[in-house]
């Protein structure tokens, strides 16, 4: 399940990775193993995913991945949506995707005898039983409330129910430095990266560290993740031009030592997935 806050850009981030699998592409900087995708855009009309398959690809139609299918309109899950997936599923030479965007689209709500909870479990139950029956992934579209929370799975709209019917809940954050996103599951590894928005395609500026919070660390934190090499202390004051330069060159001391950014050199700072480069290129940059 991808959860955000409405107009975070879940649906561009789900049609980038459609468009991947479709055509065997790269999604955050991974090659994606090939196949059909089944893009269920239920909140869309034909119009604006023309509009931003033509933002991410190009205007002719013959370079669009002929193995991604987009429906605007389907069946609720209790209503046939399920068999019609199935039937998808069956009826392509190598299903590997159904994304729906959203989840309040296709799913029924609580009877008189069901609790919430089991309404918002049971909402993703059926689905990811057909993933397992088909082996496929299916990545499931869902809104972040407005209120903030210590835990971040605590800010999914809804009850505890709709992380728990998941097998990975990825959340697509934003705070001071940018985007980020939030991943745990039951067969993954957590992670938290930064990411950005690029062309209409995302970009993985790698691992987002820890930081004490203020908004001014997150920004310069940022700033370097989506740097393609070190930055001395002007080239960063330059950067951030609404920011007191002396306040900057004071702090990037302090979040060397609390391990937030990484310095290869007296005065040049960079992000901790920064690499140096092998020895005999070029390193007039220090």
Known sequence: M??????AGKSFM???LAVAVSSGGQFLGRICEQGDVLGLFLEDNERR?????TSMIGARMSDWPPRLI????WPKLAEGGLDEIRKWCQSVEKPRLVIVDILEMVRSHAGKTSTQYTSDYEALKELQKLAGDMKISILVLHHQRKAAADNLLDTISGTGGLGGGSDAVIILGEDGAGHFLWGKGREIDSFRIIVKMENFRWRDL????????SGQRLRIIALLASSVRPMKVSEITA????????????LLPDMYRDGEIASPARGVYASLQWKPEPLGTNRAML
């Open 2 to 7: 991808l959860v955000g806050k409405p107009k």
């Open 14 to 16: 789900a049609l980038d």
């Open 49 to 53: 995913i023309q509009r931003r398959l």
């Open 70 to 73: 987009c429906a605007t309109e």
């Open 206 to 213: 790698g691992e987002k560290p820890e930081s004490k919070g």
């Open 239 to 250: 950067a951030l031009p609404d920011q007191q330069a002396v306040n900057i060159k004071n």
